[in-house]
């Protein structure tokens, strides 16, 4: 099992900046992949960003690119989300996720964390 916590998020102005970090415990060695998740109320979930667990190899949604910047800190086994210029469309409940397996869906899945953007 993995156990994922979230935290960093909060209200925030529209522009300004805030990093979600996700702290992973348990068996963190058999994670493959780690994504940022978002559902705002009203709509489907979103995938963020994700990054695999060695190397750098990242990806993140158009929406959002050029914004937010995914890294991972394996020493501690921690996953961060920079999100700069946020933007009102940007609010919602974050969440972390672990993935075991190259393909396929999400296993674990942190509780959540909100981020307001105010216009």
């Known amino acids: 099992q993995v156990q994922l916590v979230e935290s960093g998020g909060g209200l925030v102005q ?3 900046s805030l990093r979600l970090s996700c702290a992973a415990s348990g068996r963190t060695g058999s994670i493959v992949r780690m994504g940022w998740f978002r559902q705002a109320p ?4 979103e995938r963020v960003a994700a990054i695999a667990w060695s190397g750098d190899l990242a990806a993140y949604a158009d929406s959002v690119k050029g914004r937010f910047t995914i890294a991972r800190d394996n020493a501690n086994n921690t996953v961060y989300l920079q999100m700069n210029s946020l933007k009102p469309e940007d ?7 672990a993935r075991q397996n190259i393909g396929g869906s999400y296993d674990y899945w942190g509780q959540g964390t909100q981020v307001t953007v105010s216009s």
């Open 42 to 45: 009203g709509k489907e979930r």
């Open 14 to 16: 529209a522009g300004g």
């Open 91 to 97: 609010t919602a409940v974050y969440y972390c996720a």
